[in-house]
């Protein structure tokens, strides 16, 4: 009986892959929360676009989501100013906690909500939306870049025919420093409606409507994460390439909200 009574859901799974059906779940379930925090995303940005005009604009804007990691943040932060693209913005969004002292450099902003969301998405949207780029890129508060990340991703991008999205390789580190392994894994977004190989700290992708996270509160047991499915969505209406040089040191820290991935 109880094979029976699953069949459907079986069914489901092999259609449309269950990382689509649980995401479908949370939207439902979720929905009256993100309308409220979109509509606080809204305000931020006004209040700090006044406070910050004119905004930043540059080929590429790096976006840094924090909340109270002062020394990672300002590795995170050296390692994006570092990186060998000179043309770009680099802007941080702390969620609520207040910010640390960070390197002098005009190309770089700083800047706080007015309080905590604890909704990784709304921080860096907020991020997104303050900044005028043709490409922005994404890095969290305890990861890195290798200073060719934005190069290796801009040299596809930016080629003939080339797609509006790519990701690069990850190497996945642990809290000791060791090196846990390297994960990449060209894009199939078939592939990715069943597992989770998708991370937004190596996406590098052209502006568009489409290019925002969602806004659902996702606590560490809501399944896929935001980064999922934002790469998902925007390969809906735009091509995505994996590039297979590993150009992030990710930190697989069981005290943040990171992913466990299937690759």
């Given at each position: 009986?109880?094979?029976?009574?699953?069949?459907?859901?079986?069914?489901?799974?092999?259609?449309?892959?269950?990382?689509?059906?649980?995401?479908?779940?949370?939207?439902?379930?979720?929905?009256?929360?993100?309308?409220?925090?979109?509509?606080?995303?809204?305000?931020?940005?006004?209040?700090?676009?006044?406070?910050?005009?004119?905004?930043?604009a540059?080929?590429?804007?790096?976006?840094?989501?924090?909340?109270?990691?002062?020394?990672?943040?300002?590795?995170?932060?050296?390692?994006?100013?570092?990186?060998?693209?000179?043309?770009?913005?680099?802007?941080?969004?702390?969620?609520?906690?207040?910010?640390?002292?960070?390197?002098?450099?005009?190309?770089?902003?700083?800047?706080?909500?007015?309080?905590?969301?604890?909704?990784a998405?709304?921080?860096?949207?907020?991020?997104?939306r303050?900044?005028?780029?043709?490409?922005?890129?994404?890095?969290?508060?305890?990861?890195?870049?290798?200073?060719?990340?934005?190069?290796?991703?801009?040299?596809?991008?930016?080629?003939?025919?080339?797609?509006?999205?790519?990701?690069?390789?990850?190497?996945?580190?642990?809290?000791?420093?060791?090196?846990?392994?390297i994960?990449?894994?060209?894009?199939?977004?078939?592939r990715?409606?069943?597992?989770?190989?998708?991370?937004?700290?190596?996406?590098?992708?052209?502006?568009?409507?489409?290019?925002?996270?969602?806004?659902?509160?996702?606590?560490?047991?809501?399944?896929?994460?935001?980064d999922?499915?934002?790469?998902?969505?925007?390969?809906?209406?735009?091509?995505?390439?994996?590039?297979?040089?590993?150009?992030?040191?990710?930190?697989?820290?069981?005290?943040?909200?990171?992913?466990?991935?299937?690759?």
């Open positions: 009986m109880r094979r029976i009574t699953r069949a459907p859901w079986e069914l489901l799974k092999r259609t449309f892959g269950w990382l689509v059906l649980f995401e479908l779940r949370n939207k439902v379930v979720l929905l009256p929360s993100a309308l409220r925090l979109r509509r606080f995303e809204t305000a931020e940005v006004r209040r700090l676009a006044a406070a910050a005009a004119p905004l930043p540059a080929l590429v804007a790096t976006v840094i989501a924090t909340h109270r990691r002062p020394d990672a943040l300002r590795a995170a932060v050296r390692s994006a100013l570092a990186q060998t693209v000179r043309d770009q913005v680099v802007i941080v969004v702390d969620d609520g906690a207040g910010l640390p002292e960070l390197p002098d450099d005009p190309r770089l902003l700083a800047v706080s909500l007015a309080r905590n969301t604890g909704v998405g709304v921080v860096r949207n907020v991020g997104i303050l900044t005028r780029s043709r490409y922005v890129a994404f890095l969290d508060d305890d990861n890195l870049w290798e200073p060719d990340h934005l190069e290796r991703a801009l040299e596809v991008l930016e080629s003939p025919g080339g797609p509006d999205g790519v990701y690069t390789a990850l190497r996945r580190v642990l809290p000791d420093g060791t090196e846990r392994d994960l990449s894994v060209p894009f199939d977004r078939r990715a409606a069943r597992e989770s190989f998708l991370d937004t700290n190596a996406f590098v992708a052209r502006r568009s409507r489409t290019l925002y996270f969602s806004r659902l509160r996702r606590t560490p047991d809501v399944l896929p994460r935001e999922w499915e934002l790469v998902h969505r925007y390969s809906r209406g735009h091509r995505v390439r994996h590039v297979p040089y590993a150009t992030v040191r990710y930190l697989v820290n069981p005290e943040s909200f990171y992913t466990t991935w299937s690759g």
